[in-house]
């Protein structure tokens, strides 16, 4: 913070009756801001030596004709002319320095998922989002995940602004931004691979050094449905009794539908609580599409698309 120096003419009326040497002002008081400072002069032309007092106590070393003051007190002065005659103290002068103004910013964080259906040992992205809503600049803004046991992680999309890091053994990742302004934005993405099914939860927080006037924003829950299936991407129906059948392990766990679907679009094969026992009959080898529905109990239909390749 800038200092500022405030100047003050403190009056005195002294015993001696010396032309030039008596004058009061009367008591003042005078408001600074922390940080701030208020000089005060003792207006004695006459005078050679002065000592300085506060809330009545004589201030050590304080014996020019100027003295400035930094904190809060009742500031008086007694001088000394020229042929030793001392005045009576001065008024006073009540200074109060008010408190340094705390600045606030109201840092928020949003956090989301992938909005698409994610299966075991598939990739999908966190999405962390940090808002400065003002009024003032947030500063030292720190971000904080620590990774659900349901995912494991596999890298950091280097953020906008600031700098993130993953500890691997605490599965925690740490964001720090020096700065943001009033109303800026800023966004690391965090990509991981489902491991375990289920819903899962995972929450950020946000903090920085200003005062947060809505602390209930600091912190932001992701929820995620992981389906307990995994889809393979090639089988092959040859009779070997090796990878005959297109198996989708976990799909008997819930109620499911699969679609199989050729290059040109059409249906070529269709089932209702499928049971891991299409092997392609009567289709060429080649490139299809599947679109398989599984819905956990209680819960929504989750859509899962892709490709498999069917080798005889």
């Known amino acids: 913070m800038t200092n500022r120096k405030n100047s003050f003419v403190l009056g005195l009326l002294l015993l001696c009756a010396v032309a030039g040497f008596a004058q009061s002002n009367g008591s003042q008081l005078v408001r600074i801001t922390f940080g701030t400072s208020l000089k005060l002069r003792a207006n004695s032309d006459n005078s050679s030596t002065f000592q300085w007092i506060k809330d009545g ?76 809503n003002g009024p003032d600049n947030a500063t030292k803004i720190s971000v904080t995940d620590v990774l659900p046991s349901a995912v494991t992680f596999d890298q950091l999309i280097t953020p906008n ?5 993953y500890s691997s053994s605490t599965k925690t990742v740490l964001w720090q931004i020096d700065k ?19 819903n899962v939860k995972n929450t950020a927080t946000v903090t920085s050094a200003e005062t947060d006037p809505v602390p209930d924003n600091n912190s932001s829950e992701d929820n995620k449905q992981l389906i307990g299936i995994i889809i393979p991407n090639v089988f092959t129906p040859n ?3 090796k990878n005959d059948f297109f198996v989708v ?10 679609t199989i679907i050729n290059r040109w679009g059409g249906t070529v094969y269709y089932s209702k609580a499928y049971k891991n026992d299409w092997k392609g009959e009567g289709l060429n080898e080649g490139t ?4 398989i529905k599984v819905k956990p109990a209680g819960g929504k239909w989750e859509v899962h698309n892709g490709y498999v390749t069917l080798l005889r």
């Not at 602004?161 to 890091?165: E, L, Q, R």
């Not at 943001?180 to 289920?198: C, F, H, W, Y």
């Not at 392990?249 to 699969?258: F, L, M, S």
């Open 249 to 258: 392990p976990g799909i008997d766990k819930y109620e499911n539908e699969v």
């Open 57 to 132: 106590e004589a201030i050590v070393n304080a014996t020019q004709q100027t003295y400035e003051v930094t904190t809060s007190g009742s500031y008086t002065v007694i001088t000394f002319n020229t042929v030793g005659c001392e005045s009576e103290i001065s008024d006073p002068v009540v200074v109060i320095v008010d408190g340094p103004t705390a600045l606030v910013a109201d840092v928020m964080i949003k956090k989301t998922s992938d909005a698409r259906a994610t299966s075991l040992n598939e990739l999908f992205e966190y999405s962390l989002r940090v808002t400065n």
């Open 161 to 165: 602004i600031g700098k993130a890091d």
């Open 180 to 198: 943001m302004t009033n109303g800026q934005s800023a966004e690391l993405r965090i990509k991981v691979k489902a491991i375990d099914p289920g």
């Open 288 to 291: 299809y599409y599947y679109v």
């Open 239 to 241: 009779d070997d009794g």
